[in-house]
């Protein structure tokens, strides 16, 4: 692992595996690179790979205030940049990383070759805006202790917790976050609507659906695809944090779209 700053923020991040094309992976809200342990050696003897801490989590530098996707989107562009990175990248994200890949599709569209995520949250509907910002008060109050058990319940669901020992690792991993920190970048996700931007994507894009996220159900994920011009849909048996859950699924998954599109 490596510590760079660029962008104005200090980030962690890892690059592995070899060849000429690059696959840069963007974890979930409250995940890290970590999320990506078991996703990586399946495309690392292929292509170079990418993960890095967003910022606010992991042990990139914690966040306050103000946060928009652009910043988020523009980190990923900054650190291609400070590593040499020039041709184009294909991009995986998983949920808020979905988001952020989309987005830097959009923002930076001469750089993303293709774009595969699962569960993106592109937004959150207006009804439920106000009782999630009343829950972050909470968790900025008490911990991420407070938020554990429904984060848990509907992201990981019980019957995905075959491995106890993944599921016990990640919960404990998901506590250590910085509570402002996740709260800064809810705030953002809250505020947020990619809908006219989504109709706008000329790469290719694969939208992977979750049959056991009842954080994001597969609905949602399908909805996304349709606004995207040209996306795939895909459904497995995973959830929320499908590159922890099921690497397996969702690697298999994401090789046979980038090999299909040629990415």
Request: glycine share 10%; with cysteine; aromatic share 6%.
């Amino acid at each position: 692992m490596e510590f760079i700053e660029v962008n104005g923020v200090g980030l962690r991040y890892e690059l592995s595996g070899k060849g000429d094309r690059t696959l840069v992976l963007v974890h979930e809200m409250a995940g890290s690179l970590e999320s990506f342990d078991d996703v990586v050696p399946k495309f690392a003897r292929s292509r170079r790979v990418l993960r890095y801490d967003t910022r606010g989590a992991g042990m990139s530098q914690k966040v306050r205030g103000q946060l928009s996707i652009d910043t988020m989107a523009d980190d990923i562009a900054a650190l291609l940049d400070a590593l040499g990175i020039s041709r184009k990248v294909a991009l995986a994200g998983v949920a808020l990383g979905g988001a952020i890949a989309l987005h830097f599709a959009a923002r930076h569209p001469g750089r993303a070759s293709a774009v595969a995520v699962s569960s993106p949250a592109t937004g959150v509907a207006p009804e439920r805006r106000p009782a999630a910002l009343e829950r972050l008060l909470k968790i900025e109050a008490a911990g991420m202790a407070f938020a554990v058990a429904d984060s848990m319940q509907n992201g990981y669901a019980p019957e995905l917790r075959g491995d106890s020992a993944r599921f016990e690792r990640y919960r404990a991993r998901w506590l250590g976050n910085d509570p402002a920190s996740y709260a800064t970048v809810w705030r953002m996700l809250a505020g947020l609507d990619m809908q006219d931007e989504l109709t706008k994507l000329r790469c290719p894009v694969q939208v992977i659906g979750g049959s056991f996220d009842r954080v994001r159900p597969p609905a949602l994920s399908e909805a996304t695809a349709k606004t995207i011009p040209g996306a795939r849909y895909v459904e497995i048996p995973s959830g929320h944090y499908m590159s922890v859950q099921t690497p397996d699924l969702f690697a298999d998954c994401i090789g046979e779209f980038l090999g299909a599109v040629d990415a």
